[in-house]
């Protein structure tokens, strides 16, 4: 009796980490003169952190803007393929663009504060959204500072300007800023290139709780930030997907001689 | 470093000492002239009065009526010119982000436009004033001038929204923001300081100048009272008050430049400050 329980508990916990929440497949990235993306093709599984590896240049970053449509801002890429979340084609959307990127918070690789508040930072995303409440923005903003571990830094400045926040802080706030759209997905470039070790590990730690209620997708070139904090991996080189996989998998068993190579000079 | 290259260094550094201290002693001359003509005309009663009869005669009275037409003049050409010049610049930096090549000839355009002599605003705002049967007046001034300093105005904002960085762009689009709202509450607030600068810019090449205002605003003895009513300006008060055998209304011409240049100095020292506050 009891192992049979165990088995089907097993089973469906199984089930559930297995869900796909985006699928890309055949996605080509071309710039004027170079091929930047070739043919990428993976499934991001859902509320795990699924981390980009791979050394400056290969496409990360690239990759990244994919998937909220920011590669619209550069007049110079040239996208085909497919990237589907919620079995939505997002690459062809033509007019609903505003809404998937509510779906995704970003946190770039330097923070970018909104010319603006601390408050008026996390409200601005609620009020895009239609939040109109003025006790359910101040809940929220509470909330997420809260989430980030910056309310008790900021509570008695949050009318000061946000661009005055020291740069961890400001990474922090903008990460809050992102969940407060209550996206899905969190789509973080190189969250701590930019930040003193302790920031980072706040960042860190921040990911690893975050990932019960959020899917994270992390870019990083940092072999041991990856190592901490991947459940699933995919290692890019050159604009290619060399190898992807659970986390223990890639790292305690690479299969090309190009990972090996990566896990072997990378800190 | 060969004998040669020293030699072409040091010639170059002496070469542009010698120019800038030329043209800072021009400049130190000019202003001392303005001061040492005018200085001795410059009274309470110049700068309050209308002009009163025979005034370029040398009658009593002052030039109340330029500084308040100049003024009328220059703050409603301003703001004319920033209702024309904020959409543009934040249209060209968001919309046309995806054209380079259209954007980088509306640029050339506005460059060409600000060169244009003002003398060819004036006498464009005049043809349109005879078009439309209108006399000279206030309201025709404010429209030319504005004409006159909309490319350099947009010009100057359009510098200052492409230096906001790009990421910052994709923050806002990234939390949902339509193109519309990046422009108007994230790149305005971004480019706020900037943006003072370019006004005050602009500001000052429009009470500064004559050419434009020659055949529009008219002159008059009198402040305007509304917008159909001829303008008298402090350009076209000291060219009619020089114009003048007698050297005391001259010297009042001096005192009106001491005015003008004063005005020009303030803002133009104010617009240096908020960019370095910047
Ligand atoms: N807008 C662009 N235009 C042209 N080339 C680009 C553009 N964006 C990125 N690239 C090129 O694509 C490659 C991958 O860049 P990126 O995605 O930023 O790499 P990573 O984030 O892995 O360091 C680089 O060689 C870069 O020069
Ligand atoms: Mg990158």
């Known amino acids: ?267 | 470093m060969t004998l040669n290259r020293k030699l072409e260094e040091s010639f170059f550094k002496y070469l542009s000492a010698i120019v800038s201290v030329l043209i800072i002693l021009v400049l130190i001359h000019i202003v001392y002239s303005i001061i040492a003509k005018g200085a001795s005309a410059l009274s309470w009663e110049v700068l309050t009065q209308e002009p009163k009869g025979g005034f370029y005669m040398g009658g009593g009275g002052g030039i109340f009526n330029a500084i308040v037409g100049s003024l009328y003049l220059a703050i409603g050409a301003t703001v004319l010119a920033f209702i024309i010049s904020l959409p543009v610049a934040l249209f060209i930096n968001i919309y046309l982000i995806k054209y380079p090549r259209t954007l980088i000839g509306i640029r050339f355009f506005l460059d060409v436009l600000w060169g244009v002599p003002s003398i060819v605003f004036g006498a464009f705002g005049f043809i349109l004033l005879m078009y439309m049967g209108m006399r000279n007046s206030l309201g025709a001034g404010i429209v030319t001038v504005a004409a006159l300093i909309s490319p350099i105005m947009i010009r100057a904002m359009d510098e200052v929204l492409m230096t906001i960085p790009k990421g910052l762009q994709e923050a806002a689009y990234s939390l949902g923001s339509t193109k519309t709202e990046t422009a108007f509450k994230i790149f305005f607030r971004q480019a706020l300081p900037g943006f003072a600068t370019a006004i005050l810019l602009a500001f000052g090449r429009g009470i500064g100048d004559a050419a434009s205002v020659l055949f529009t605003a008219g002159y008059t003895d009198h402040v305007p009272e509304k917008l159909s009513d001829p303008a008298a300006t402090l350009p076209l008060s000291i060219f009619f008050q020089l114009s003048s055998p007698i050297e005391e209304v001259q010297n009042r011409a001096f005192a009106a430049a001491i005015v003008l240049t004063f005005i020009v100095l303030i803002i133009s020292i104010t617009a240096r400050l908020l960019y370095r506050k910047k």
């Open chain 1, 1 to 267: 009796m009891k192992t049979a329980i165990v088995t089907a508990e097993k089973r469906v916990e199984h089930i559930t980490t297995e869900v796909p929440i985006m699928n890309i497949s055949n996605l080509n990235v071309y710039s004027k003169s170079a091929h930047i993306l070739k043919n990428i093709n993976i499934t991001i599984p859902k509320n795990k952190i699924t981390v980009l590896l791979g050394p400056s240049g290969c496409g990360k970053t690239t990759l990244l803007k994919c998937m909220n449509r920011l590669t619209d801002l550069y007049s110079e890429l040239r996208l085909d393929g497919t990237i589907e979340i919620d079995g939505q084609n997002i690459l062809t959307e033509r007019n609903r663009i505003t809404e998937i990127r509510q779906k995704m918070g970003l946190v770039m690789q330097r923070p970018y504060p909104l010319p603006m508040s601390i408050y008026d930072n996390i409200a601005y995303g609620l009020k895009l959204k239609g939040v109109r409440d003025k006790n359910v923005i101040a809940e929220k903003v509470e909330k997420h500072l809260r989430e980030v571990a910056l309310w008790d830094e900021v509570k008695d400045r949050l009318k000061s300007s946000a661009q005055r926040l020291s740069i961890g802080q400001q990474q922090r706030l903008c990460l809050a800023r992102g969940l407060a759209v209550e996206p899905e997905i969190i789509l973080a470039d190189e969250p701590t290139s930019a930040l003193d070790p302790i920031s980072s590990r706040v960042i860190e730690e921040q990911f690893s709780k975050l990932k019960d209620d959020y899917t994270i997708i992390m870019v990083t070139h940092i072999l041991r930030q990856a190592k901490r904090l991947a459940d699933y991996v995919v290692f890019m080189y050159y604009g290619e997907i060399i190898e992807h996989g659970n986390a223990a998998d890639i790292f305690e068993n690479p299969q090309t001689d190009i990972l090996k190579e990566y896990m072997r000079v990378g800190h």
